[in-house]
């Protein structure tokens, strides 16, 4: 027994050792909460994690890194057709307050992206179909903005008649009025 005395501590120390290195290998290898660089490269395949991560992405970039990430992969989607770019292009066209926003060649884009094969769904139809309910949402908004914008142009129209309408009848009451003073 007095030979396993010795060997315990060493044991000990080096199973704290071994324990301590492999989670300091642990915490280098842990996912970052950070967004990897944004955005990814066009023609490289996504993820849904990744285009999600991209979309999140592009809401922190500048107005001139945005156009030329619309250039590129619009490019880059002429070129490959990929699903990937597809649904970049798609996302991009969909962005509030930039040149290029269509909602409805998004939508487009996002209805003729291929399904996959029945064994084997494609990994962005997920994410496709509820950009593409999103989309389709925020063009019927848009549609009854523009149906209340031209009526609202209407109406006020109507009341500048109206109250034209109005200013004739007072002026013309004030000149009887003049009329039948001294």
């Known amino acids: 027994?007095?030979?396993?005395?010795?060997?315990?501590?060493?044991?000990?120390?080096?199973?704290?050792?071994?324990?301590?290195?492999?989670?300091?290998?642990?915490?280098q290898f842990r996912p970052s909460a950070h967004l990897a660089a944004c955005p990814p490269p066009p023609g490289i395949a996504l993820s849904s994690n990744q285009a999600m991560r991209y979309y999140t992405c592009l809401g922190t970039l500048a107005d001139a890194d945005i156009n030329k990430e619309y250039q590129a992969t619009n490019r880059s989607f002429a070129t490959t057709g990929s699903d990937s770019d597809r649904l970049r292009l798609a996302m991009l066209l969909s962005l509030p307050d930039t040149g290029f926003r269509s909602i409805a060649t998004a939508l487009d884009l996002l209805q003729h992206l291929p399904a996959g094969t029945a064994s084997a769904p494609s990994e962005l139809q997920d994410i496709a179909g509820m950009l593409t309910r999103l989309l389709a949402q925020q063009l019927r908004a848009d549609m009854t903005v523009d149906d209340l914008t031209r009526a609202l142009a209407a109406e006020k129209a109507h009341a500048e008649f109206l109250q034209g309408k109005i200013d004739a009848v007072k002026d013309l009451e004030i000149n009887l009025i003049h009329r039948d003073q001294p």
């Open 1 to 27: 027994m007095s030979l396993q005395i010795p060997h315990l501590p060493i044991l000990n120390v080096l199973a704290a050792a071994a324990l301590l290195s492999a989670c300091s290998v642990l915490s």
